[in-house]
Protein backbone atom coordinates (compact mmCIF):
# COMPACT_ATOMS: atom_id res chain seq x y z
CA UNK A 1 0.00 0.00 0.00
CA UNK A 2 1.80 3.53 -1.08
CA UNK A 3 1.89 5.94 2.28
CA UNK A 4 -0.46 8.19 0.43
CA UNK A 5 -3.14 6.02 -0.58
CA UNK A 6 -2.62 4.76 3.71
CA UNK A 7 -2.64 7.84 5.14
CA UNK A 8 -5.84 9.27 3.09
CA UNK A 9 -6.85 6.32 4.13
CA UNK A 10 -6.33 7.22 8.16
CA UNK A 11 -7.63 10.77 7.14
CA UNK A 12 -10.82 9.39 5.59
CA UNK A 13 -12.08 6.76 8.40
CA UNK A 14 -10.87 10.14 11.20
CA UNK A 15 -12.98 12.11 9.01
CA UNK A 16 -16.22 9.20 9.55
CA UNK A 17 -15.44 8.68 12.89
CA UNK A 18 -15.99 11.91 14.08
CA UNK A 19 -18.69 12.74 11.64
CA UNK A 20 -20.54 9.86 13.60
CA UNK A 21 -19.66 11.22 16.59
CA UNK A 22 -21.36 15.03 15.87
CA UNK A 23 -24.59 13.51 14.81
CA UNK A 24 -24.93 11.13 17.83
CA UNK A 25 -23.97 14.25 19.98
CA UNK A 26 -26.95 15.98 18.42
CA UNK A 27 -29.29 13.41 18.66
CA UNK A 28 -28.37 13.09 22.51
CA UNK A 29 -28.68 17.19 22.68
CA UNK A 30 -32.14 16.73 21.33
CA UNK A 31 -33.19 14.30 23.92
CA UNK A 32 -31.35 15.70 26.55
CA UNK A 33 -33.44 19.75 26.00
CA UNK A 34 -36.89 17.12 25.51
CA UNK A 35 -36.45 15.85 28.64
CA UNK A 36 -35.20 19.41 29.91
CA UNK A 37 -38.74 20.68 28.62
CA UNK A 38 -40.51 18.08 30.21
CA UNK A 39 -39.11 18.93 33.77
CA UNK A 40 -40.61 22.36 33.34
CA UNK A 41 -44.41 20.79 33.57
CA UNK A 42 -43.08 18.18 36.33
CA UNK A 43 -41.56 21.54 38.25
CA UNK A 44 -45.12 23.20 37.49
CA UNK A 45 -47.18 20.02 39.20
CA UNK A 46 -44.91 20.41 41.40
CA UNK A 47 -45.54 23.53 42.35
CA UNK A 48 -49.14 23.47 42.18
CA UNK A 49 -49.64 20.48 44.06
CA UNK A 50 -46.91 19.50 46.52
CA UNK A 51 -45.48 22.68 47.88
CA UNK A 52 -47.33 24.18 50.65
CA UNK A 53 -47.74 27.93 50.83
CA UNK A 54 -45.55 29.43 52.95
CA UNK A 55 -42.80 26.76 53.47
CA UNK A 56 -39.31 27.77 53.75
CA UNK A 57 -36.98 28.71 50.77
CA UNK A 58 -34.37 25.64 51.62
CA UNK A 59 -37.87 23.39 52.15
CA UNK A 60 -39.58 24.05 48.82
CA UNK A 61 -35.91 23.08 47.12
CA UNK A 62 -36.11 19.43 48.98
CA UNK A 63 -39.69 19.02 47.56
CA UNK A 64 -38.16 19.34 44.09
CA UNK A 65 -35.10 17.38 44.92
CA UNK A 66 -37.07 14.35 46.27
CA UNK A 67 -39.13 14.51 42.98
CA UNK A 68 -36.33 14.88 41.13
CA UNK A 69 -34.71 11.83 42.86
CA UNK A 70 -38.18 9.94 42.53
CA UNK A 71 -37.50 9.99 39.01
CA UNK A 72 -34.08 8.73 38.92
CA UNK A 73 -34.99 6.09 41.31
CA UNK A 74 -37.73 5.11 39.09
CA UNK A 75 -35.35 4.94 35.96
CA UNK A 76 -31.72 4.62 37.03
CA UNK A 77 -32.14 3.28 40.35
CA UNK A 78 -30.50 5.02 42.76
CA UNK A 79 -30.51 8.88 43.70
CA UNK A 80 -28.81 11.65 42.26
CA UNK A 81 -26.49 11.48 45.46
CA UNK A 82 -25.96 7.98 44.92
CA UNK A 83 -24.53 8.32 41.52
CA UNK A 84 -22.31 10.92 42.82
CA UNK A 85 -20.51 9.28 45.04
CA UNK A 86 -20.43 6.13 42.55
CA UNK A 87 -18.55 8.65 40.03
CA UNK A 88 -16.67 11.03 42.32
CA UNK A 89 -13.96 11.97 38.96
CA UNK A 90 -17.10 12.25 36.61
CA UNK A 91 -18.08 15.70 35.56
CA UNK A 92 -22.24 16.20 35.46
CA UNK A 93 -24.53 14.63 36.56
CA UNK A 94 -26.55 11.20 35.90
CA UNK A 95 -28.25 12.44 33.31
CA UNK A 96 -25.70 14.19 31.57
CA UNK A 97 -24.41 10.70 31.22
CA UNK A 98 -27.67 8.84 30.48
CA UNK A 99 -28.47 7.13 26.98
CA UNK A 100 -30.85 8.79 24.39
CA UNK A 101 -33.46 5.79 25.05
CA UNK A 102 -32.88 6.53 29.31
CA UNK A 103 -33.45 10.44 28.07
CA UNK A 104 -36.29 9.51 26.11
CA UNK A 105 -38.27 7.20 28.93
CA UNK A 106 -37.23 10.58 31.42
CA UNK A 107 -39.11 12.66 29.55
CA UNK A 108 -42.00 10.19 29.72
CA UNK A 109 -41.75 9.86 33.08
CA UNK A 110 -41.80 13.40 33.90
CA UNK A 111 -45.08 14.00 31.89
CA UNK A 112 -46.76 11.10 33.74
CA UNK A 113 -45.31 11.87 37.29
CA UNK A 114 -47.17 15.92 36.69
CA UNK A 115 -50.61 13.81 36.16
CA UNK A 116 -50.02 11.28 38.85
CA UNK A 117 -49.12 14.42 40.92
CA UNK A 118 -52.14 16.31 39.85
CA UNK A 119 -54.04 12.89 40.55
CA UNK A 120 -53.40 12.97 43.97
CA UNK A 121 -51.45 9.85 44.18
CA UNK A 122 -48.91 9.40 46.72
CA UNK A 123 -44.80 9.58 46.22
CA UNK A 124 -44.64 5.69 47.15
CA UNK A 125 -47.77 4.22 44.71
CA UNK A 126 -46.14 7.08 42.06
CA UNK A 127 -42.37 5.53 42.22
CA UNK A 128 -43.71 1.87 41.94
CA UNK A 129 -45.80 2.98 38.68
CA UNK A 130 -43.27 4.87 37.11
CA UNK A 131 -40.47 1.87 37.90
CA UNK A 132 -42.83 -0.30 35.97
CA UNK A 133 -43.16 1.70 33.26
CA UNK A 134 -39.69 2.90 33.32
CA UNK A 135 -38.86 -0.69 32.66
CA UNK A 136 -41.43 -1.60 30.06
CA UNK A 137 -40.49 1.19 27.90
CA UNK A 138 -36.75 0.66 28.23
CA UNK A 139 -37.35 -2.66 27.10
CA UNK A 140 -39.59 -1.53 24.26
CA UNK A 141 -37.09 1.03 22.78
CA UNK A 142 -34.02 -1.85 23.93
CA UNK A 143 -35.53 -4.10 21.51
CA UNK A 144 -37.27 -1.87 18.99
CA UNK A 145 -35.47 -2.23 15.48
CA UNK A 146 -36.88 1.01 14.69
CA UNK A 147 -35.49 2.49 17.43
CA UNK A 148 -31.67 1.16 16.84
CA UNK A 149 -32.02 2.11 12.67
CA UNK A 150 -32.96 5.41 14.14
CA UNK A 151 -30.15 5.26 16.73
CA UNK A 152 -27.41 4.22 14.00
Do not use: C
Not at 8 to 26: A, D, V
Not at 49 to 56: G, H, N, Q
Not at 127 to 138: E, S, V, Y
Amino acid sequence: MSPEFKLYLIKEFQRLKEEESNRHQLEWNVSRTLAKVNYRIHTDAIKEKLIPEKLPKDRIQLVYASEADLLNVALFGQTAKEWRDQNLDTNGNIRDHSTIEQLVVLANLESINAMLIQQGMSQPERLRQLNGLAIQQMKSLLQSPSTKNLLE
